[in-house]
C-alpha cells in the first residue's frame, strides 16, 4: 500500500466490511476503575476527540478533575466494529479518538477544548508529527447544538492566534458525533500499563483562550 493511500479517506466503497461482534471492553478503568462503557452518571456529558495516536491523548483527559472516564477507540470511519489494524491500514476511514465522560458541573466543555486544541497540532492534515495516515487526523464531534457553537468558535478563535505565530489552516474535522467504536483492551489506558511507551503528542505551543467563549 502506498503511502499516498494511506493519506486520503476511503469512499465507502472501498472500505473494508468490519463484523458484527464488538470487541471486548474491559469492566473497569485501569487507573481510577469507573466504568469504560455506559450508562454513565445521568448528569454526564460526553466528548470525543481525534488527536494523532491516542494512547497519549487519553492520558490528557484522565489526569482532568471532573473527566469521569476515558476510553480510546475509533470514529468518523465507514467500517463496523474495525480492529486497530484495519484502521492503521487506511481502509476503514476512521481516525483514533478519546471518549472523555466529564460532569459540567466541575469542568467545562470549554476547558476540555483548551486541553484538545493545545494538545496537538491541528494544522497538519493526515498526520500527526511522525504518525502518517488518516488515523491521526484531528477531529471534534460534538454531541448537541450548543456543543457545535462552542466548538466552531473556539477553532475560530485557536485559528487566528495560530495565524498569528505563523501557523497554516486548521484541518480539524468539526462533524456531529458518529458512533465510537471502542479499541482493544490492550489499548486502553495504555500510558497508565506502560509508563514509558510512545506518546506521539505534541502541541504548537500557542496558546487556546477560552475565556471568550460561552459556556458549555
Known amino acids: 500500500m502506498t503511502l499516498e493511500y494511506k493519506l486520503r479517506l476511503p469512499l465507502e466503497s472501498e472500505a473494508l466490511p468490519g463484523r458484527a461482534e464488538a470487541v471486548p471492553v474491559?469492566?473497569?478503568?485501569?487507573?481510577?476503575?469507573?466504568?469504560?462503557?455506559?450508562?454513565?452518571?445521568?448528569?454526564?456529558?460526553?466528548?470525543?476527540?481525534?488527536?494523532?495516536?491516542?494512547?497519549?491523548?487519553?492520558?490528557?483527559?484522565?489526569?482532568?478533575?471532573?473527566?469521569?472516564?476515558?476510553?480510546?477507540?475509533?470514529?468518523?470511519?465507514?467500517?463496523?466494529?474495525?480492529?486497530?489494524?484495519?484502521?492503521?491500514?487506511?481502509?476503514?476511514?476512521?481516525?483514533?479518538?478519546?471518549?472523555?465522560?466529564?460532569?459540567?458541573?466541575?469542568?467545562?466543555?470549554?476547558?476540555?477544548?483548551?486541553?484538545?486544541?493545545?494538545g496537538h497540532d491541528p494544522t497538519q492534515g493526515m498526520r500527526q508529527g511522525n504518525d502518517l495516515g488518516t488515523q491521526y487526523r484531528s477531529a471534534l464531534y460534538f454531541h448537541d447544538d450548543e456543543q457545535v457553537d462552542v466548538a466552531s468558535c473556539s477553532r475560530d478563535e485557536y485559528q487566528r492566534r495560530l495565524h498569528g505565530a505563523g501557523f497554516g489552516d486548521i484541518s480539524t474535522e468539526i462533524l456531529k458525533a458518529p458512533r465510537f467504536f471502542y479499541a482493544e483492551h490492550y489499548h486502553q489506558q495504555y500510558l497508565a500499563k506502560v509508563p514509558g511507551g510512545y506518546c506521539g503528542l505534541g502541541g504548537t505551543g500557542v496558546t487556546c483562550g477560552v475565556e471568550p467563549l460561552v459556556r458549555a
Not at 491523548?57 to 480510546?72: C, M, N, S
Request: aromatic residues 14%.
Open 26 to 118: 474491559p469492566p473497569s478503568h485501569f487507573v481510577h476503575g469507573r466504568p469504560l462503557e455506559p450508562p454513565f452518571p445521568q448528569q454526564m456529558e460526553l466528548l470525543v476527540v481525534g488527536m494523532g495516536c491516542f494512547w497519549g491523548a487519553e492520558r490528557l483527559f484522565w489526569q482532568i478533575d471532573g473527566v469521569y472516564t476515558t476510553a480510546v477507540g475509533y470514529a468518523g470511519g465507514h467500517t463496523q466494529n474495525p480492529t486497530y489494524e484495519e484502521v492503521c491500514s487506511g481502509l476503514t476511514g476512521h481516525t483514533e479518538v478519546v471518549l472523555a465522560v466529564y460532569d459540567p458541573t466541575v469542568v467545562t466543555y470549554s476547558a476540555l477544548l483548551k486541553v484538545f486544541w493545545e
